[in-house]
């Protein structure tokens, strides 16, 4: 079993930025691709960004490219997003998630969710 513990959510402003992390409890971390998925209120949940387990690929879906970023540090067990120019309709719970990313069904690990609230 693989514990993953978000932590950076919070209220922003439209505009703003926010970093959040995900630390692993996985043995070896480095096995696993790891991701962020998020739901808005009514919605369902959608992947916003992943990362391989090297770190040498990424995926961004389209409404995100060129505002956010995903790394992670394998040594400290942790995947982090930087997240920039957040907009009101960005509010929703974060996940994070690791193992097959190809499909919500296909996930293998969830974090409890971290919630983001952008205000305008």
């Known amino acids: 079993q693989v514990r993953l513990v978000e932590s950076g959510g919070g209220l922003v402003q439209v505009g703003g930025s926010l970093t959040l992390s995900c630390r692993a409890s996985a043995r070896p971390f480095e096995s696993y691709a790891m991701g962020w998925f998020r739901q808005a209120p009514g919605k369902e949940r959608e992947i916003v960004s992943a990362?391989?387990?090297?770190?040498?690929?990424?995926y961004f879906a389209d409404s995100v490219k060129g505002r956010f970023t995903i790394s992670r540090d394998n040594d400290k067990n942790m995947v982090s997003l930087q997240m920039n120019s957040l907009k009101p309709e960005e509010t929703a719970v974060y996940y994070c998630?690791?193992?097959?990313?190809?499909?919500?069904?296909?996930?293998?690990?969830w974090g409890q969710g971290t919630q983001v609230t952008v205000s305008s």
């Open positions: 990362i391989s387990y090297s770190g040498s690929s990424t």
């Open positions: 998630a690791a193992g097959d990313l190809s499909a919500i069904e296909n996930v293998d690990f």
